[in-house]
């Protein structure tokens, strides 16, 4: 159990992957889950699903992606719960695209922009894809405390 006792944070087991899918399509998430990608769920006290983030494994270096909380606990420190339980698992080769409006929170997180030149081709493959989507996102990679 984490500090905050309403919500838990728990890694899937492979088996458990479907869940997460589940999770994004009952809340109409863009998302989906890999069945050898590192997942953790939130929870709350009746063992829902209110959260969810994975790691997709690429050449070379991992993305966060899948970041999502239900709308009703969102500004109750669900996001930053999911992200601090994950870091565990975070190098500086971990790079995430969120919204523009999200940098400081990710800043918060120890994410810094980062510039394209030199970035793996997996990253910058699909931060191309997802900007030609329309999407306003910023590329950023964790930075090792």
Known sequence: MSDNQKFSA???SEAEIPMANKFYRTHK???????????????DRDNQIIACGCLRQLTECQLL??????EDY???G????????MAESFSNRTFTFPYRH????YQSLGFAEADKHGQPSAILDRFSTYQKQGRDIVLMRYQVQ
């Open 102 to 105: 999200l940098m400081p929170f």
């Open 10 to 12: 728990h890694w899937l």
């Open 74 to 76: 969102r500004g109750q």
């Open 78 to 85: 669900v996001a930053r719960l999911l992200l601090n339980s």
């Open 29 to 43: 998430f863009r998302g989906k889950a890999r069945r050898h990608d590192p997942c953790m769920v939130i929870r």
């Open 65 to 70: 992606a899948g970041v999502a909380v239900v």
